[in-house]
């Protein structure tokens, strides 16, 4: 497809299970994002990747979060232990070169963690 | 405090009246993005711009960087526009800071 996809759409956790959420980011989109949504509010930036390097990290709630793109294109954002806080929907985003480009958003991952 | 600031949070209109919807920020921006997010969809890019004014169909989005203030603007509303619009910049270290958004319901 052209567009950024997500998988899984959606993903129920045991409260204390790992997960392990995936962006396909637009063919030869540098830029990769990861954003938070907790319901009824907006997004919350967790990372930013250009090309395989992780260049900010400083939204990332937790040391149980974890980024990673290690090849420059798809990317997996991995959430260890979970906890009920992290019921959100994660999205992801991508854009072709760097600052202040159109990002592309993906239709997101819900999670639930009960 | 919030970067980025939208109102109304909420806002019901009538088909085919004109909707305003307002959006002030704190930070240096090297851009405004106004994204629309349907029911259980995902995020769509209507507008991205750094000066000035821009205009896709019935959609006009306007942005004041001395005041540091945007404005999305929908002519003839219908309710297929009912969505949340959300409101988001990007400052030079390509960092997002986003709205909560703002709840449109257009009633036929």
């Known amino acids: 497809g052209a567009g950024v996809s997500q998988s899984p759409r959606y993903k129920v956790a045991k409260r204390g299970q790992d997960v392990a959420l995936r962006c396909d980011p637009i063919s030869g989109h540098v830029s990769l994002f990861w954003y938070q949504q907790a319901l009824g509010q907006g997004p919350e930036f967790l990372t930013y990747f250009q090309n395989e390097a992780q260049l900010d990290k400083s939204g990332l709630p937790s040391d149980r979060f974890f980024a990673e793109r290690p090849e420059g294109s798809v990317s997996t954002l991995k959430i260890q232990r979970t906890q009920q806080e992290d019921s959100a929907v994660y999205l992801c985003?991508?854009?072709?070169?760097?600052?202040?480009?159109?990002?592309?958003f993906g239709p997101g991952t819900r999670l639930l963690v009960l | 405090k919030n970067e980025v600031e939208q109102s109304p949070q909420n806002l019901t209109a009538q088909e085919g009246e004109f909707i305003t919807i307002n959006c002030s920020y704190s930070?240096?921006?090297?851009?405004l993005h106004w994204l629309q997010q349907h029911p259980g969809g995902g995020i769509v890019s209507l507008f991205m711009?750094?000066?000035g004014k821009k205009k896709h169909g019935r959609l006009i989005a306007t942005i004041n960087i001395q005041e540091k203030h945007s404005s999305l603007h929908i002519t003839a509303s219908h309710p297929r526009d009912s969505a949340v619009y959300i409101c988001a910049v990007t400052n030079t270290g390509n960092q997002f800071y986003f709205g909560t958004g703002t709840s449109l319901t257009v009633i036929p």
């Open positions: 985003a991508s854009s072709a070169h760097r600052e202040g480009e159109t990002q592309y």
């Open positions: 711009l750094s000066s």
């Open positions: 930070v240096g921006i090297s851009a």
